[in-house]
């Protein structure tokens, strides 16, 4: 049995994940037809104001919870400390940042259980910390795994690009110790490397996770549509909306960073006020 290169890996997970997404979203896609018939979800301009008022709408419908929404936002730390654990006691230390910088990739799909309680309550329905997994009776919920794979795929290949930068910079041998590490990538010319290309891949990696799926998982929980038009609505709002996207961008990594401080602790409030918002900021940005 051959070992394979990187690459080689790599060219067929993007392969498999191709098959496997094109296979759930066929799969999801409940009266196909019909839906591919009915107009498609128009775009909207928006401004920064609008950002505003989906931030304010968000943090509205976390206080309207307040421990429900809390309660189910307590996964994600946790996920991300067993994650940062695994990494110092399994020798990879260099993907400590790329792992947590990482969860903004997979953000969206982490929400869906706040976008789908916003929902029920722009509805007036009642609403408890259940509720949020009521995402899993949509008809869409087919498109909705067939994205969340699409992006679980994105995070990987992030990993993979860091892990890379990572050897061809201070590799390919693992850092003697923590300080150690901290000291390369912070004293030494190769460690600046690091940051510069590390942070410029992350940046296209970022800006091609926030395009297809800005507002794609809300619109799947919103109506019964496929992942390509989901996604391809997601590219329309971005593409006419430049400026508040990008400034939006930066609201969600600027919250991510602060929540992440001390031990993801924050998380517990940011992502349940950015997850209400993202719901709300769709709201705006698109009609179907």
Do not use: K
Not at 239 to 248: D, I, Y
């Amino acid at each position: 049995m051959a070992i394979r290169n990187p690459i080689e890996w790599t060219t067929d997970q993007l392969r498999l994940t191709a098959l496997a997404v094109g296979t759930i979203s066929h799969a999801g896609r409940h009266e196909g037809e019909e839906g591919a018939a009915a107009a498609p979800p128009q775009v909207r301009h928006i401004s920064v104001a609008d950002l505003g008022e989906a931030l304010i709408a968000g943090f509205e419908d976390f206080t309207a919870w307040r421990t429900d929404v809390i309660f189910l936002c307590l996964v994600y730390p946790v996920a991300g400390l067993v994650l940062t654990r695994l990494a110092f006691g399994y020798g990879m230390l260099p993907l400590v940042f790329p792992l947590a910088s990482g969860f903004a990739l997979i953000g969206p799909a982490a929400g869906l259980g706040l976008y789908e309680m916003s929902r029920r309550r722009e509805e007036g329905i009642h609403t408890g910390w259940p509720s949020a997994w009521g995402f899993v009776r949509s008809p869409s919920f087919g498109a909705i795994a067939a994205l969340s794979l699409l992006l679980f795929a994105i995070f990987a290949l992030w990993l993979l690009a860091a892990a890379g930068i990572y050897r061809v910079t201070l590799g390919p041998g693992s850092p003697a110790s923590v300080a150690a590490f901290i000291r390369d990538v912070l004293t030494t010319p190769a460690g600046w490397t690091m940051i510069g290309v590390g942070c410029g891949v992350g940046f296209l990696f970022a800006v091609l996770a926030l395009s297809l799926s800005v507002v794609s998982f809300p619109l799947l929980l919103d109506r019964d549509v496929d992942t390509g038009t989901a996604i391809a609505t997601s590219l329309r709002a971005v593409a006419r909306n430049p400026g508040p996207m990008a400034l939006w961008g930066l609201i969600v990594a600027g919250g991510l960073v602060v929540g992440s401080i001390p031990l993801l602790l924050g998380l517990i409030f940011v992502m349940p006020v950015l997850g209400h918002a993202t719901w709300h900021l769709y709201r705006r940005t698109v009609t179907v």
